[in-house]
């Protein structure tokens, strides 16, 4: 089992918070700590954005708990149209994320008023806010997220993993079983590979030069994602059209292999040139290759084409297959290029920060 950097931050923030609370004999302290646990973020920009949100949040929550107990008293029935009422608020604020802190802060105000029922709610929502607080310093100063280093492994790992499907499908050996339980989990990874490249967006540097270098990274990946979302496509369109291909003529299949496994090392090539693996002259020959490829699968699909023995119809299911195949060139061409500037221009300002993957 692996550790990520967020565990590690929501259990740091949970230990201030309790000796803030403890420091300040506020009690019981475990409330910080559950509030601790509900305002850990996974990047420093998003701990920025959200403070102000859930201090706003938090003391809407704790004015609608203070007003309702004083007015129609804490049974359960009121407890509930608080926390329908604060949602509802939040939700029109679009502040979606602090909801859960939110309904937090009026159940444990509204949980058992006592006589002095505003010094108990007072005690409460400031157990609450320090718990806000030790989240957000703990996320500010203890273990950054390295959200490039990530990023760049989860999207070399995906794409290794749909070539090697690509491959095995274009030479008949994929097990159907396998494949559909692969193309789903590769789906989601895709969603959640795109959810870490917006938390990588977002993050901010206080340098010019670190933001302009930040800037082209993004872009860099950006394409990098949108490269292997292509590649993607093209194995989600073999698979469905698996059988169409194989009844093609053994040249046009052949020629279709070929180019997939020339592409798939290509793409290959370049993520580990990103990362200083590939030198940066030796997939420019590629380019030039990439292009007459385009070129002859295109004539040998045409030429094919007008044989009246093939049925049209097969043609038909076929042809988006070479149409992505000619798209998926065109995006490794232009992310090769892109790399390439990457390391030809502003060599001081654009460094690569990616580490080797932990064993």
């Given amino acids: 089992m692996k550790l990520g950097a967020r565990i590690f931050k929501t259990g740091l923030s949970i230990t201030l918070s309790l000796y803030v609370a403890m420091f300040f004999n506020l009690s019981p302290p475990m409330f910080a700590a559950l509030a601790a646990t509900f305002a850990i973020q ?7 954005q959200t403070i102000l949100e859930q201090v706003q949040a938090n003391i809407i929550s704790a004015i609608l708990a203070i007003v309702f107990v004083l007015t129609f008293g804490h049974h359960p029935f009121v407890v509930g149209v608080v926390v329908i009422i604060v949602i509802a608020i939040n939700l029109q604020l679009k502040m979606e994320a602090i909801i859960p802190l ?13 006589d ?14 320090i718990g806000v607080f030790s989240a957000f310093i703990v996320n500010l100063v203890f273990i950054p997220p390295k959200h490039e280093t990530q990023l760049y492994h989860k999207i070399s ?14 030479r008949n050996d994929a097990k159907q079983k396998m494949l559909k339980k692969d193309l789903s989990r590769l789906k989601d990874t895709m969603i959640k590979i795109n959810n870490l490249f917006l938390l990588y967006k977002e993050e901010r540097n206080y340098f010019k030069k670190r933001q302009y ?14 490269t292997s979302n292509k590649a993607l496509v093209i194995l989600k369109s073999l698979n469905r059209r698996e059988n169409e291909l194989h009844h093609m003529p053994e040249e046009l299949q052949t020629l279709i292999r070929e180019r997939l496994d020339y592409l798939t090392n ?16 030796t997939t420019e020959e590629c380019i030039q290759e990439v292009c007459l490829g385009k070129q002859e699968l295109m004539e040998l699909f045409v030429n094919f084409y007008k044989k009246e023995e093939i049925d049209s119809d097969e043609w038909l299911h076929l042809f988006p ?3 992505q195949i000619v798209e998926y060139s ?13 390391f030809k221009y502003h060599k001081k300002e654009n460094k690569v920060n990616i580490k080797e993957r932990e064993e």
């Fill in 42 to 48: 996974p990047s420093i920009q998003k701990s920025f």
């Fill in 102 to 114: 939110a309904v937090v802060t009026v159940i444990i105000i509204m949980e058992s008023p006592t």
């Fill in 116 to 129: 002095d029922f505003i010094a108990f709610a007072t005690t409460r929502f400031l157990l609450i806010i």
């Fill in 157 to 170: 790992d995906s794409t290794e993993n749909i070539i090697k499907w690509i491959r095995l499908l274009t």
């Fill in 213 to 226: 270098a930040k800037a082209r990274k993004v872009v860099l990946f950006r394409h990098m994602l949108a």
């Fill in 266 to 281: 290509y793409h290959e090539r370049i993520l580990l040139k990103y990362v200083g693996k590939v030198k940066t002259h």
């Fill in 321 to 323: 297959i070479i149409a």
């Fill in 330 to 342: 065109d995006q490794l061409e232009y992310l090769d290029k892109l790399v390439n500037g990457f």
